[in-house]
């Protein structure tokens, strides 16, 4: 029985990563930070909360790091953990180095000097394309980040390429485009938004803020793209994968899908910081814009050429943008529901 271990378990895709390897008969263990109570709500919306070891781990902390690897020596790591939140890495760019970038040197350091014959899998991201310097973006586009949390992973994703290189490790980094889901964190702009509209819709509540509402995505659908991680580091040889649908929809884009899903007829009036949304029913306010939502300098472009994968790897996204925005605001809808 193959022994996995997932850093970042608590999030996103950690869940639906930990399904997929506990069906296909992993011994799976979970890394968490410390924290006052376990963040345990999304393992148990999986259910597999009972079929995997819990362990914490502090990713910061190399004599922890290592300590944990020794005591599990995994075959399979998959490391998840981040301060993935782009906002807020304008706050706090050290913290999100220390966890993004010091983290994965730990891991690396760790996995060598302990000579684990183990597979690792580096979360790395689309942000790193930044200010884009190619439409769409492939795996030889250049990279130009645009946050602190776009540096730190950059800097993971060169070094994981670089202990490849030099030590042979089998290191494997995806660059994912941006993904979501119904576990999705309420601080990304599609979770905000059919979360959002939800209470707007069941229970009059104040309409949604947001920012730059012109900025596009390339949206996938997160259990398939965790199932992509396992692919990527079933492959033959370790390389970097991009990870995307090929297609592009704006936030406002998004904003309308979700609000026709959750029963509003959305129609926009007025421009940048003027711009409203309407319900066209009763001309209720049910978005606005609000520059508090705006960032230093945003990433307002993002598309994937997923034609390496596609060729490499089989890959072939099925569930897309507007599937998302629906499931998403059907699920947020029925949750408040529930309550
Ligand atoms: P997420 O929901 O924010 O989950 C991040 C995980 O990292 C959480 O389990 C979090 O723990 C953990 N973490 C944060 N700081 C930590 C620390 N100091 N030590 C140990 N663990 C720590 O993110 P996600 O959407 O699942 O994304 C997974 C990974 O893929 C991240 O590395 C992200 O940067 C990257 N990525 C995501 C996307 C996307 O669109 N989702 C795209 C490209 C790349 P807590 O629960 O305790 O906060
Ligand atoms: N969060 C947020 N909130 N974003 C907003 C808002 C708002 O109110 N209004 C507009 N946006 C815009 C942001 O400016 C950005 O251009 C876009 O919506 C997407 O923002 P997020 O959903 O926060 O995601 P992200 O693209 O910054 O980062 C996510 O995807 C990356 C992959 O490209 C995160 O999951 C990262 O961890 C991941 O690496």
Redesign the pocket.
């Known amino acids: 029985m193959p022994k996995t271990l997932i850093t970042g378990i608590s999030g996103q895709d950690g869940s639906y990563l930990a399904r997929i390897l506990v069906e296909r008969g992993h011994e799976v263990y979970g890394a968490m930070r410390r924290g006052s109570t376990a963040k345990t709500d999304r393992l148990q919306e999986v259910n597999v909360l009972d079929k995997i070891q819990m362990c914490t781990m502090e990713i910061t902390e190399y004599a922890n790091v290592q300590t944990v690897l020794s005591d599990i020596r995994p075959d399979y790591i998959y490391n998840l953990a981040?301060q993935?939140?782009?906002?807020d890495s304008f706050h706090f760019p050290h913290y999100t180095s220390d966890v993004n970038y010091m983290g994965v040197i730990n891991l690396l350091e760790a996995v060598r000097l302990l000579k684990l014959d183990c597979r690792i899998y580096q979360a790395s991201?689309?942000?790193m394309y930044g200010d884009v310097l190619e439409k769409p973006q492939s795996e030889t586009t250049p990279f130009n980040p645009m946050s602190p949390?776009a540096v730190s992973?950059l800097a993971a994703h060169s070094l994981v390429k670089n202990y490849r290189e030099a030590y042979g490790l089998f290191a494997t980094s995806g660059i994912?485009?941006?993904h979501e889901s119904e576990l999705r964190g309420l601080?990304?702009?599609?979770r905000?938004i059919t979360s959002w509209l939800a209470k707007v819709k069941l229970f009059n509540h104040e309409p949604l803020?947001?920012?730059?509402?012109s900025?596009v995505?390339d949206w996938g659908y997160a259990p398939e793209y965790t199932e992509m991680m396992v692919k990527m580091l079933d492959h033959e040889r370790p390389d970097d994968f991009v990870i995307s649908t090929n297609t592009e929809y704006t936030?406002r884009e998004f904003l309308e899908m979700a609000a026709r899903e959750i029963g509003f007829d959305p129609v926009f009036e007025g421009e940048g910081l003027k711009e409203k949304c309407y319900d066209k029913k009763d001309g209720k306010l049910i978005a606005y814009v609000n520059p508090k939502?705006?960032?230093a300098s945003?990433?307002?472009y993002?598309r994937g050429d997923n034609s390496k994968a596609l060729n490499e790897l089989g890959w072939q996204p099925k569930v897309l943008t507007p599937e998302i925005a629906r499931k998403m605001a059907a699920y947020d809808l029925q949750l408040l529901n529930r309550k």
């Open positions: 981040a993935s939140f782009v906002a991201t689309s942000e949390y992973k994912l485009f941006n601080e990304f702009v599609t905000k803020p947001l920012g730059n509402l900025s995505r936030v939502y705006y960032r945003d990433v307002v993002l």
